[in-house]
Structure formats: C-alpha cells, structure tokens
C-alpha cells in the first residue's frame, strides 16, 4: 500500500505547478492503480480477518481483475475521445 500510496502523492506533487496540467491518462492510470490496490486491499483484509492464508478465491480475484481491466479501457476509449 505505501507504494501506491507514493506514486499517487507523487504524481500529484509533480503537478504542483501552474505549468503542468493534469493528463488524462496520468489520470487514468492513477485510478487503475487504485483500483488494483482496492483488489489486493480486500484480498489481504480477508486474510487477516479469518486468520489464514487464504483471501480472496481466485475466481472472485480474477474477476474483479477482469473488471477492472474492462472499466479501464473503456475509460481509456471515451477519455480519449473527449478533447479538452
């Protein structure tokens, strides 16, 4: 978690600045990162929660997975599409 915690407060750091503008896909890889971090928070709170070593199945992580694969490339595609 301390890595996606640091690339997000990184990226906004790096756009501090009036000169740097904010990117779409900054934006959206930002938000994939987090969604992966959600997966893998969930996975690892169920661990801890029942005491083993066993989270999420691995039908329900490849979903969520999946899901978020499906989410990011149709906001990439819309996202794209918009001109600012």
């Known amino acids: ?8 407060v990184g990226y906004f750091f ?7 503008k904010f990117a779409r ?5 930002i938000i994939v990162v987090f969604m992966f971090a959600v997966i893998g928070l ?16 691995k039908r329900g992580k490849l979903v969520a ?3 978020a694969g499906i989410l990011f490339s149709e906001l990439a595609v819309h996202l794209s599409l918009i001109h600012i």
């Open 14 to 20: 790096g756009h501090v600045g009036p000169a740097v």
């Open 65 to 67: 997975q999946i899901a």
């Open 42 to 57: 969930i996975d690892d709170w169920i661990k801890v929660r029942n005491k083993r070593s066993l989270g999420l199945h």
């Open 1 to 8: 978690m301390a890595v996606v915690g640091a690339v997000i």
């Open 25 to 29: 896909t900054g934006e959206l890889v």
